[in-house]
Each structure stands twice: as C-alpha cells, then as structure tokens.
C-alpha cells in the first residue's frame, strides 16, 4: 500500500508547476486529436455538442506523491 508523502514546500511548488505544464501540453494534445483532427467521431461529436451549449472542456493530471 503507497503511503501518502508530507510534501515540502519547494515540493509542492515544483508539482503545482508541472501540473498546470502536463495539463496545458495534454490538454492541447487532447484537443488536437480528438476534435481538430476527428480520429474519433465520437469524441468530436461528444465535445462539439457541448462546446455549443457553452460548456467548457478542460483535461488534466494529477500527480500523487508517494513514499519510496
């Protein structure tokens, strides 16, 4: 069982940093193939239908410390 860290300060700086890096290079990715693209026409007309009715669509990481 992964035991939950206690995180420094620089620590959670440095993840709170590479989180919002990861999520706007994934999200972009995200977006790119699976709307722009249209590699899946689920996808495309899942995230069409609600972009329409003013829903935002946001993707993310999250990252997790754990004890080693």
């Known amino acids: 069982m992964n035991e939950t860290k206690q995180l420094t300060e ?22 790119n193939d699976c709307y722009y693209d249209g590699d899946d026409k689920t996808i495309t007309d899942l995230l069409g239908k609600l972009q329409s009715e003013g829903v935002e669509i946001n993707f993310g990481v999250k990252l997790t410390p754990y004890h080693i």
Do not use: A, V
């Open 10 to 31: 620089r620590q959670k700086d440095t993840i709170q940093i590479l989180t919002r890096l990861i999520s706007d290079k994934s999200e972009e990715k995200l977006w």
